[in-house]
Structures are given as structure tokens and as C-alpha cells.
């Protein structure tokens, strides 16, 4: 028997999209939050996007969980209760009616989608306003509302929220005690590396069609993010395989077989790795011409379904493996 196993709920479609609707949102508000920092009038562009790209992503991420808990009190249950009590837990933190369990990962991702949205909106909301500004005044500089600080400190907050929400997937799917997750201590960087590349994908894709003053600066150093981001994503991928590996129990091995050589390895070879990280590795060096907007969304778009792929497949796998359920 395997240590430490326990029934865990299979996870519908929904949920693989939520994690990845979270990972594109936190990787893109964190570059444009860093591009903010280092030069926000140079890097104008990547920082609205970057920042309506992030508060996009979110607006379904709610929506998701609440279709998959079939009932909207449900999902309150996870932020408030109408009387304290005992039964949420002796470790949970209360204010009011409101409660967060730092050792459970599912309050805490909650409470962390809820605090990353509401940094999301306040950053995506001043940039708003600051492109109202910017055409209304003639000669007026785009990009200074009158709230300069606002984002800065919104996108500082934020940014850690961000990199939670990106990472907290993987230890949410730890603790499921799935023979495919027991050791996979490499999840949570792995998918901190998604989330950085395809949040900086959905920001050239948006980039590329725009082609305003200066976009394909502004492309050619996103671009570069995506290419380290990529390069992350695989030793992630590598670790996380090696460390899964090493449990070396029936249970573990067969999970990881679901993964590498039966039904999931043609989406995980062929869409997650290659077409998803190493293809657009290659396709780098002609995605950044200036002359070249349909190989850059190419990339981008690789990028995307390949991020996509890679968090399908691993909770599909997870949940086939014989002694976790099928899902």
C-alpha cells in the first residue's frame, strides 16, 4: 500500500482551465509590474497589456470554480461563515465572518485569487484611466493619470499574490496524495515557469497585433522572457520526472508510465514539450525579426497550448494512475 495515499475528487476540464487561466494571469501582471519598475515610458505598452491581459484572465477564474462546486454558497463557504465555530479548524485566522486556513490549500488559494483580482483590477483600472488622460489632454502623456502610485504599490503587492497564484497548483495537486504528485516536489517551479511564459505570450500576442511605436522593442524583450521562461519550464520538467522517478514504488511507476509511454505521452511529448516549449525555442531567432508578426504569433500561440498541455496532462495522468481514480 502506498504511504500516505488518500481519495482524492477527480478534477473535471474546468479546473485544468482555471490553473491555467491563474498561471497566464500572474506571469503576465508580474512582467508588466517589472517593466513598470525598470522603465515605465519605455515600456509603456508591455505594462497596458501586460496589466489588462492579467485582469482578463481573472474575470473566468471565479466563475470556473464556482460551475465546478455546482453552488455559489460553496464558494463563499471558503471565505466567510455566518458564525464562528470550531468545525472550520483550530490553525484558521478569523476577522468577523471572515476566515482563511493557511494549511489548507484550497482557502488559501481562494483567498489568494481573491487578493491577487482585487490588485489586478486597481493596476488594470489606473492604466485605464491613465490612457483616458493621455488622449483627452492635447500633447498629454499617456501613462500618467494622477494615481502613478496607486499601481506601483498595487503592482508590488500584487506581483507576490501572482507568483502564489501561479505556484499554488502544485501544491494543491501534492496534496491530493496522488501516486503521481507524492514526489513531485518540482510542480510548484514548474508551473511558476508556465505561468511566465505563457503571461508573456498572451502579452506579444496582443503586441504583435497592435504594432504600435516601438513594438517590436518591446516584442524582442518579452520574447526574451518567454525564451527563459521556456528554458525553466523544461528543467522544471526534467526535475520533476527525475524526482517522481526516485519514489521508485509500484504505484508511482505506473502513474508515471500514464505520463511518459501510455495514453497522455503523445500530448506530453509531441504538444507540451515539443511543440509547447522546444519548437518555439527554435522558431526564437526569426520570431524577433522586425519582419516577422506571423512568426511571432506562432510562437506565442505555441506557447500558449503548450502551457495549457503541460497541466492538462499531468492532472490527467495524475488521475488515471490505478490507485488514484480514473478521471
Given amino acids: 500500500m502506498e504511504p500516505g495515499l488518500l481519495k482524492s475528487a477527480d478534477w473535471p476540464i474546468l479546473i485544468d482551465i482555471y490553473f491555467f487561466l491563474g498561471g497566464v494571469a500572474g506571469g503576465a501582471f508580474v512582467v508588466a509590474t517589472i517593466a513598470s519598475l525598470l522603465d515605465g515610458s519605455r515600456y509603456r505598452d508591455v505594462v497596458r497589456v501586460g496589466y489588462y491581459v492579467a485582469f482578463a484572465a481573472l474575470i473566468p477564474c471565479p466563475i470556473l470554480l464556482i460551475v465546478d462546486l455546482g453552488l455559489p454558497a460553496r464558494f463563499l463557504n471558503m471565505l466567510m461563515v455566518a458564525k464562528h465555530s470550531l468545525d472550520i479548524g483550530m490553525s484558521a485566522m478569523t476577522a468577523g465572518p471572515f476566515h ?56 508590488v503587492i500584487g506581483s507576490i499574490f501572482a507568483f502564489f497564484l501561479a505556484a499554488y497548483p502544485g501544491v494543491l495537486l501534492g496534496a491530493t496524495a496522488r501516486p503521481l504528485f507524492i514526489s513531485a516536489h518540482w510542480l510548484g517551479a514548474l508551473f511558476l515557469a508556465v505561468g511566465a511564459a505563457t503571461g508573456s505570450a498572451a502579452i506579444v500576442l496582443v503586441l504583435g497585433w497592435l504594432r504600435g511605436p516601438g513594438a517590436h522593442d518591446a516584442l524582442a524583450r518579452v520574447m526574451r522572457v518567454i525564451s527563459v521562461a521556456l528554458v525553466a519550464e523544461l528543467v522544471a520538467l526534467i526535475l520533476l520526472i527525475v524526482s517522481v522517478k526516485a519514489a521508485g514504488s509500484e504505484g508511482v511507476d505506473a502513474a508515471l508510465a500514464q505520463l511518459l509511454m501510455g495514453r497522455y505521452s503523445v500530448p506530453f511529448w509531441l504538444g507540451a514539450v515539443f511543440l509547447g516549449a522546444v519548437l518555439p525555442l527554435l522558431l526564437q531567432r526569426s520570431a524577433i525579426g522586425a519582419r516577422a508578426p506571423r512568426m511571432t504569433a506562432l510562437q506565442a500561440t505555441l506557447v500558449l497550448v503548450g502551457g495549457f498541455l503541460v497541466k492538462f496532462v499531468l492532472i490527467a495522468a495524475g488521475q488515471a494512475s490505478p490507485n488514484g481514480g480514473v478521471g
Fill in 100 to 155: 482563511l486556513k493557511p494549511y489548507s490549500p484550497m482557502s488559501a488559494g481562494v483567498w489568494g485569487l481573491m487578493a491577487f483580482s482585487a490588485c489586478a483590477f486597481l493596476c488594470a483600472g489606473e492604466t485605464w484611466l491613465a490612457d483616458r488622460r493621455g488622449r483627452s489632454s492635447p500633447g498629454g502623456l499617456a501613462g500618467t493619470s494622477g494615481f502613478p502610485l496607486v499601481r506601483t504599490i498595487a503592482g
